[in-house]
């Protein structure tokens, strides 16, 4: 069984040549990572934390009330986004700093400023001295990405709307829209000193153009889409690409040859990407609740990330019906286990004949404490007949329905099996 205890495969010791290995500890897959230069790493999950590694050992920073997708260093302070549409500063104790009307999904940092990219369509400009906030407003859809110049005076932002912009720190106006590509601009990484900025899109492209033309100068679209992740190492010489279908790229970006192809999970996209401060390994993340650092040097010889003992990354297609039910739809946020294992909902071990709402080692909403429910076959048919948000309003529990009565009665199924103690 998989607990919250496991931390770690191989940890290369300080000072000998780089090694792979993992950071595992989190209860749902790693969205996005980030490094310190001392080499201490951040991941956001899904299951709504923020995890701190050093050495190896995670230091969980809880707060966000729905899945962390975006988190940044600024120099050793960490910064982090969320569903739950906020912006979290992560000093002690740790504090909203910005609050947006949806998803939070990329941020940057200047001195005393943190930017925050939302689907709200709006940049959010949030002082730490506590001075009055801002918001950029022009996207027409919701942003992804933002980016400090060097000098911090412009802002570059990515958008599904299909547009790379660049505003006015001070002013907070529109300068330029530098460039429209048509298809949603998932990520942006810049290279201010070297005046280029690389983008990547939902219909596959990954494009370098300069930042005060807007010139195409290259690029590197292979039949992959799309781009989900994009990382640029310290000195900016490497360019890291990660896309939908599971492969990292790496360009090197003083030759502009692409250095590394390789396929990095079996199945399902790579959406988070990172160096360490010396440029020497790549971490990643996915579906997977683990991160993956492989030494660019030797990628070709570790080729995959896949843990293919997860249920949602074995095939489906070899699973009965209520299994492939859980797989698909609830092993995400349940654990089936004695503990909660930090994902986003209550274990379900020992489901039936349980009261709602009493699993001890997590944190419900008030309304599924109170609810005087009773698990069984048929309180569990009926939450999913009518759906979470009917059956019992107010919970967190997100909608879901499962619209036919076979598939609901194989899930009962299956559950009541695989809750019971072994
Ligand atoms: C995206 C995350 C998510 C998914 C997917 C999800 N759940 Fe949940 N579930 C939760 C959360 C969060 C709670 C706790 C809700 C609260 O406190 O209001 C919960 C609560 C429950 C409970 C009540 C447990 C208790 O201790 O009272 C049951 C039963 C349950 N879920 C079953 C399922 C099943 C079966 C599926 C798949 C069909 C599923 N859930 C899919 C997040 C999820």
């Known amino acids: 069984m998989r607990l919250a ?120 400009l949030w002082p730490l001295d506590g001075a009055a906030s801002r918001q950029l407003t022009g996207h027409q859809a919701g942003v992804n990405a933002v980016a400090f110049s060097a000098d911090h005076r412009t802002l570059y932002s990515a958008s599904t709307d299909g547009t790379l912009r660049s505003w006015d720190v001070a002013t907070g106006l529109e300068t330029a829209q530098i460039l429209r590509h048509g298809f949603g601009i998932n990520e942006l990484v ?110 070709a010889e570790h080729g995959q990330m896949a843990d293919t003992e997860r249920s949602f990354l074995r095939d489906p297609g070899e699973m009965e019906n209520g299994e492939r039910q859980f797989a698909r739809k609830c092993s995400i946020c349940h654990a089936l286990g004695q503990t909660s294992a930090r994902k986003a909902g209550p274990t379900l071990y020992r489901l039936f004949g349980r009261r709602a709402g009493t699993v001890t080692d997590y944190s419900y909403s008030d309304t599924l404490t109170d609810a005087q429910i009773i698990w069984d076959a048929d309180s569990i048919n009926a939450l999913f007949d009518l759906g979470p948000d009917h059956y019992i309003p107010g919970t967190k529990m997100p909608m879901q329905r499962i619209a036919d009565p076979a598939d609901r009665a194989d899930l009962v199924d299956y559950l009541r099996r695989a809750t019971q103690p072994e």
């Open 5 to 124: 205890a496991l931390i770690l495969a191989l940890w290369p010791s300080l000072g000998t040549a780089q090694e792979f290995f993992t950071l595992k500890g989190h209860g749902g897959p790693v969205m996005d990572i980030a490094t310190a230069a001392d080499g201490t790493i951040a991941t956001a999950s899904f299951d709504n934390s923020v995890g701190l590694w050093r050495d190896g050992a995670p230091q969980w920073l809880d707060g966000h009330e729905a899945a962390v997708n975006t988190v940044l260093f600024d120099g050793d302070t960490v910064l982090s986004g969320s569903d739950d549409f906020t912006v979290r500063l992560w000093s002690s104790p740790g504090r909203i700093i910005g609050r947006h009307q949806g998803k939070v999904m990329g941020l940057a940092a200047a001195p005393g400023l943190i930017a925050s990219a939302s689907w709200d369509g709006s940049i959010g």
């Open 190 to 299: 810049l290279n201010h000193d070297a005046g280029w900025l690389a983008y990547g899109a939902v219909d596959g492209v990954t494009r370098v153009i300069d930042i005060t033309t807007g010139a195409e100068l290259r690029d590197f679209t292979l039949d992959r889409r799309p781009i989900l992740a994009l990382a640029l190492s310290p000195d900016g010489g490497l360019l890291a690409v990660g896309d939908g279908e599971g492969y990292i790229m790496v360009i090197d970006t003083t030759t502009w040859r692409i250095a590394r192809d390789f396929r990095a999970t079996l199945r399902g996209p790579v959406w988070a990407l990172a160096f360490s401060p010396d440029g020497q390994n790549i971490h990643a993340g996915g579906l997977d609740d683990a991160m993956y650092s492989w030494p660019v040097a030797s990628l």
